[in-house]
């Protein structure tokens, strides 16, 4: 994984009901993509948080007046990128020696209050 020339923003939410950490994480990425001109935002998949995700983000994208951005879910094999945000997300998780295999990757760190 470290072969591959991609970089990563880890988003923290520790301490905080999954939920609510997932929507802060949400809010951070959609911001961020608001904020480095990116021009799309490719979340994994998952059916039973697809309609929250798009409420969240359409409500950032109005927060930042932001009509460009474009978002949707797709599936890991759609988009085999999402794999390493996956497994960067998992190593993150797991700690220690996953973690420190991970950081070459990491290109920021956000933890979220």
């Known amino acids: 994984m470290n072969e591959l020339d991609v970089r990563v923003a ?8 999954s939920k609510e950490a997932r929507d802060l994480c949400i809010a951070g990425v959609a911001a961020a993509a608001c904020h480095s001109g990116a021009d799309q935002l490719i979340l994994e998949r998952d059916d039973s948080l ?17 009509i460009d951005l474009k978002y949707q879910h797709a599936a890991p094999h759609e988009y ?3 794999w390493v945000s996956d497994a960067v997300a998992w190593c993150y998780s797991s700690g220690g020696d996953w973690k420190r295999r991970a950081e070459p990757l990491v290109e920021h760190r956000l933890i979220m209050l």
Request: proline share 7%; aromatic share 4%.
């Open 80 to 82: 085999p990128l999402l």
């Open 10 to 17: 880890v988003w923290i939410a520790k301490g905080r009901p």
């Open 50 to 66: 697809m309609g929250a995700d798009r409420k969240l983000i359409a409500s950032i994208l109005r927060q930042e007046k932001n």
